[in-house]
């Protein structure tokens, strides 16, 4: 009797697991792929293996606090087709546990991802400046502030684009030397005995005068112009809310609205603006966020480690 009432039990206990697992599976949620740790400056990317809809990525903080965002775009590659979305992690984010939204077009939340950011540390260095720079710095300037404006304007925009090849992303001066990093926790010493701390959002790279630079990586001109503290300056449009930025240039040898690739010299090198010596600064930014560009150096914009990990995930199959 007792044999009987529990085998009834079982039966309807997997009565129920199956219909649990029935329904669940009506409601799928749709696969996303992303790595979990990161270092403060790092990129995330979000690999979406269907395009019939595409959607946004937001990423939340564990008190529900919109930290960044960026959209979903096509990719159409040899080992990956579907849609990615890119967003940087500032070098001044809290470490800790975030998570990341996926949403659809009406904005409903299609999925969710936890991910942690690890507590790294940045290099710190002096840079003395002379009169002139320490006048650039801080004498108050109206058209600095608009020129602020209107760059940042241009690095929270995010045009459509659909990518179908999975280029390698280079440094834009091959043989220079590179002299400050992202990240660097700078202290600008002024000529009138004081100082103030800045965060250096780009990396330097040293060459002689008048040495070419390339794009580095495809991507459209969306600005190209003379900034006050920046110099003559180029920012490239490397994918959906993706730039590629150029500060303190002698020559351009490209105006906004050109198409480029990777190998396209875009300018030479020089010192203009606020510059203690010729150099390029380098400076990438992913929905607003300045990024470390040494991980994408090695593996590409769009991450082709997380690419080739789904390929031998779904080999393994
Ligand atoms: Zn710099």
Known sequence: MKGRLLNKMKSLYILIITLFIFITSLYAETDVYFNKKFNRGDVVTVLIPD???????????????????NIFFPVDSINFKGQAALIGLDSTLKAGNYTLLIKNSMGDIENTG???????????????????NTSL??????????????IHQIY?????????????????????????????????????????????NGTD????????????????????????ITGNSIVIEYLPGVYGVFFHLNEFFISKGDIVVEDTV????????????????????????????????????????????????????
């Open 51 to 69: 395009n019939d809809e595409l959607y946004k990525l937001e990423l939340i903080s564990s008190t529900g606090k919109f930290i960044t965002g």
């Open 137 to 150: 710095r801080i004498d108050p300037d109206s058209k600095i502030v608009s020129e602020a404006v209107q």
């Open 205 to 228: 790279i040293a060459a002689p005068f008048g040495t070419k630079i390339t794009a580095g990586y495809r991507g459209r001109v969306v600005f190209s112009g003379r900034r006050i």
């Open 266 to 317: 875009i300018g030479s090198l020089g010192s203009s603006g606020l510059a203690t010596g010729p150099h390029l600064h380098w400076e990438l930014r992913v929905g607003g966020v300045p990024v470390n560009p040494d991980p994408l150096l090695k593996n590409g914009l769009i991450d082709n480690s997380l690419i080739m990990s789904i390929v031998s995930s779904h080999t393994a199959e």
């Open 156 to 200: 929270g925009t995010s045009t459509f684009l659909s990518v179908s090849g999975l280029e390698s992303i280079k440094l834009p001066v091959p043989n220079g030397i590179i002299t400050s990093w992202y990240g660097d926790r700078r202290t600008f010493l002024y000529s009138d005995g004081s100082s103030a701390g800045a965060i250096h």
């Open 114 to 132: 936890e991910i942690l950011v690890r507590e790294n540390v940045f290099k710190k260095e002096n840079i003395p400046l002379n009169q002139a």
